[in-house]
């Protein structure tokens, strides 16, 4: 658990990168472990390599971006939850990379058209940039516990844990618009009403939360 919760401490938005070939090896760790979730997550994720197109675009330059060559393309067949669905699992690549030290950033308007190929009944939902970062990005101010939920002095440990990654966890232009609620070991978790992303950032933030306080303490309930 400290091991996760090191990676989410770690990572931070990148935009600019080096101009670095990220080798096979880490390739195919990536490959493999998107493989994986794709089939556990019926997602049509897709990494493309060595691609500046999609970044070479005035979006792209009015986001700063510099040297993205590579990215994870979040699609799959529109259906209800879809965004959700590519918030939690694109998280979870997000921190693979991280431990195989690539940075990241999650990219919803300022990029070109991707080069992902799909099916005409799905949805490429965001992308995002991978590469090695000229930096390894910047520390995000946070909201408190208490802004983002009903914690109480009383509350078990792990809820406190999941609630302190929830906060770590990329949320678009750092919103953090959500607010958890328990009651026993159900939780519930809501979005904000008014923003952008913000069921993509309800899926990274339950990402995080989970791991860190751990599926077999707690149930979802909406």
């Known amino acids: 658990m400290n091991d996760i919760l090191e990676l989410m401490k770690k990572r931070h938005s990148v935009r600019q990168y080096l101009d670095r070939r990220i080798p096979e090896d880490i390739r195919k760790e990536l490959d493999v472990y998107l493989t994986e979730l794709n089939q556990r997550s019926g997602l049509h994720m897709q990494i493309l390599y060595e691609e500046p197109d999609c970044f070479n675009s005035a ?47 999650w990219v919803a308007l300022t990029h070109g058209k991707s080069k992902a190929v799909l099916k005409d009944d799905e949805k490429e939902v965001i992308i995002i940039a991978l590469g090695y970062g000229k930096t390894q990005g910047n520390i995000r101010r946070s909201k408190s516990l208490s802004e983002v939920s009903d914690i109480a002095d009383n509350s078990p440990e792990w809820y406190r844990e999941g609630l302190e990654a929830a906060l770590l966890a990329p949320t678009a232009v750092n919103q953090q618009k959500f607010y958890f609620n328990r009651n026993g070991s159900k939780i519930s978790v809501k979005p904000g009403k008014i923003g952008t992303c913000l069921k993509i950032d309800l899926g990274i933030v339950k990402c995080h939360f989970e791991l860190a306080a ?8 909406q």
């Open 59 to 105: 979006l792209a330059h009015y986001g700063r971006f510099e040297n993205c060559k590579n990215y994870i393309v979040m699609a799959g067949k529109r259906a209800k939850g879809l965004d959700e669905r590519c918030g939690y699992y694109g998280e979870l690549m997000v921190l693979k990379a991280q431990e195989l030290g690539l940075n990241t950033c």
């Open 214 to 221: 751990g599926t077999e303490n707690f149930e979802w309930i």
